[in-house]
Every structure is written in C-alpha cells, then in structure tokens.
C-alpha cells in the first residue's frame, strides 16, 4: 500500500501529506466497499478534480473517514499531524474499542476519544514523559508501523524474501525496517504458528498498478 520513490528510496522519515494518508487507507478499502462508494466529487474547495489524489479524497470523505476543516478546504498538501492520523484510522476501524489511555497532552483536545481508541487497539503509542503530541507531524515510518498493526501484518528479517524490493534509505539497522518492509511489498504469506501474527513470507507478488484507481 506504499509506494517507493524513481530514486530507488522510500524516504521513512519525511512526514506524509493528508492526501498521501487519504490514498493509503483509500487502497485498503475492500474493492467492494470502494466499488459502491466510489465518487469523483467533493465539497472541499481545494481539491480540484484534476488533482491526482482527487478520487481518493473524495471516495473516503463520502465515507465519513475524512473531513476538512471550517473554511472549507481539506489542505491537502499539508502534513498530517498525529492526532489527525489517529482519528482516521480509528474512523477506519469498524471495531469500537473504549479507551482509556491518559495521555498527558491530550485532555480536552479535539481528537482525545480517537487518539484513546486508537490506543486502546494497541496500534499508537505515546512517549516515555506520558505524552502524546498530538500537534506533532507524523512521519511516513510512523504510519507505516500503525497501518501495520491495524493490519495484522509483522514479519521478521529472518523471513523477508532475497527477491523483496528493498530501499536505499531503509537500514536493515533502522528501528522500522521490517514495517517499511512488509508495507511496499506484495507477497503471500503464512503465520508462523496458530494464533501468532507473525509471518513467513512465502512468493513474491506483482505490486498493484494503484495509479489506475487514481485516474
């Protein structure tokens, strides 16, 4: 569901733009799902329908997944903050999970019931001092890591194919190189043992032409 860079990178660190997240979770809906809910419009006045994340924006704010702000704009281009990640992904989830997570930072903030959510289903973490940072950029590593979890997928080095697509800026030694790993690319699996998430990967796949959802 990530996409490297022409340059062979894939660039873990950069924060990631809200249309980049609307994308991603847009490619994790069920074809079915997208199929019936696919729409080239929508209310925000600055995402054009020639822009290339249009359908992606405008499939998943019909949703309920994502919404704008009260000017009216969706500032696509911006990067996504933590706590504007955090809600979607709770809004993703179909689960509802009561959380109680006490976060130092988060009291009275608009996305506290989702960042505690989010939390409760054990997909984000905050830092050592307690807090979480809501107004913090995420990065790209980041959502990977999330995504991950929310899917269910871990893999270890020891079980990653010689034929993966691998990146020039992802470090066996890198703290997210398995989750950079398992997000960029298409493989069949099986779990290491009944009831572990873990997984040995078994054949490499043809990643999916995402760019033709997006035309």
């Known amino acids: 569901y990530i996409i490297g860079y022409p340059e062979g990178d894939v660039r873990p660190e950069n ?7 609307a994308t991603i979770f847009f490619r994790l809906l069920t074809e079915e799902t ?8 929508n209310a925000f006045a600055d995402v054009e329908d020639s822009r290339w994340s249009n359908n ?15 000017d009216g704009t969706f500032k696509p281009a911006n990067a996504i903050t933590r706590a504007e990640f955090a809600t979607i992904a709770a809004r993703f989830e179909e689960e509802v999970a009561v959380g109680t997570e006490d976060f130092t ?3 009275g903030h608009w ?8 939390a409760a289903l054990q997909w984000i973490n905050g830092y050592e001092d307690g807090s979480f940072r809501p107004g913090n950029n ?4 980041e959502v990977m890591t999330i995504v991950n979890r929310m899917l269910q997928r871990k893999v270890s080095s020891d079980y990653i194919l010689e034929t993966a697509t691998f990146w ?16 960029t690319n ?8 009944e009831g572990q998430i873990e997984e040995r990967w078994v054949e490499m796949q043809p990643n999916r032409d995402w760019s033709e959802l997006e035309k």
């Open 15 to 21: 924060s990631i733009t809200r249309e980049e997240v």
């Open 105 to 107: 930072d988060i009291a």
């Open 186 to 193: 298409s493989h069949t699996y099986e779990r290491l043992g």
């Open 111 to 118: 996305a506290e019931s989702y960042i505690k959510e989010a």
């Open 34 to 41: 997208r199929t019936a809910n696919f729409t080239k419009t």
């Open 138 to 141: 995420i990065t790209r590593a």
């Open 56 to 70: 992606a924006i405008s499939t998943m704010a019909k949703l309920g997944i994502i919404t704008g702000y009260e």
């Open 168 to 183: 020039t800026d992802n470090p066996k030694s890198a703290w997210y190189y398995e989750d950079v790993m398992e997000a």
